[in-house]
C-alpha cells in the first residue's frame, strides 16, 4: 500500500469485459491496495477472455501468489474442473504443472474439514495429512492430527502413526507414542 502510494501502479491489472461492466482477471489484490490508498484511477488492461480462458487466467494469477496454500489452490482448480468439464490432465496442461501436483491439490478438498483448516493456516503439511487422512477413526484423526499441528510433527512420524493404527498399536494419547523406528530421511509420500 505504501509503495503504490508513493509511486503508484507499476504493473496494471487485467480485466476482461462481461456485458456492459469490466471484471478483474488478475489484480485483484493489487486494485484493493489501490483502493485502500484512495486512488482514484488506476491502470487497466482489458483482453478478450471467454469463460474459460478468464478462469484459466484467474487460477494463474492465484497459484503463484506467494501466499497461496494448498487448500486454496485446489479450490482454484476445482473450479476449471467443476464449472468448465477439465480432465486433471487439462488441467495440468493449462496450468504447467503436472497431473499428480493437480490431484494432490484437489485431494485436499476431500479432507476433512479440520484438516483443511490446518492446511490453509500452514500449520499441518500435505505430507503429513497423506499419512493421518488413512486412519479412519475419526476421534483418534483428529487427536493425532492437533497433536501434529501443535508439535510440529513430520511426515515420518505420521506414517509411523499410521502404520501402527493399522496393527492396532497406537497409543490413546499422541504424547505417548514412541518415536518411529526408521532409519535416517523423510517418510515417503
Not at 14 to 26: F, I, M
Not at 94 to 120: A, C, N, W
Not at 130 to 140: A, F, G, K, T, Y
Request: charged share 25%.
Amino acid at each position: 500500500l505504501q509503495s503504490i502510494r508513493e509511486v503508484g501502479l507499476l504493473q496494471p491489472v487485467t480485466l476482461r469485459r462481461v456485458g456492459s461492466r469490466y471484471e478483474v482477471v488478475a489484480g485483484h489484490r493489487r486494485l484493493a491496495a489501490c483502493r485502500m490508498g484512495a486512488l482514484p484511477t488506476i491502470a487497466g488492461i482489458v483482453r478478450e477472455f471467454g469463460s474459460v480462458e478468464g478462469d484459466i487466467a484467474k487460477v494463474h494469477e492465484n497459484l503463484y501468489r506467494e501466499d497461496v496454500n494448498p487448500a486454496d489452490e485446489g479450490k482454484f482448480l476445482a473450479l476449471l474442473r467443476d464449472k468448465h468439464g477439465k480432465t486433471i490432465a487439462e488441467i495440468a496442461s493449462s496450468i504447467k504443472k503436472s497431473e499428480t501436483y493437480v490431484r494432490t491439490r484437489l485431494g485436499v478438498l476431500d479432507l476433512p474439514d479440520y484438516m483443511q483448516v490446518y492446511i490453509r493456516a500452514g500449520s499441518l503439511g500435505l505430507s503429513v495429512a497423506h499419512w493421518l487422512v488413512r486412519i479412519s477413526n475419526d476421534r483418534v484423526r483428529r487427536e493425532y492430527t492437533e497433536y501434529a499441528v501443535r508439535q510440529g510433527i513430520n511426515a515420518l512420524y505420521a506414517k509411523a502413526w499410521y502404520e501402527s493404527y493399522e496393527r492396532g498399536a497406537l497409543a490413546y494419547d499422541p504424547a505417548d507414542q514412541p518415536p518411529p523406528e526408521y532409519a535416517g530421511g523423510e517418510a515417503s509420500t
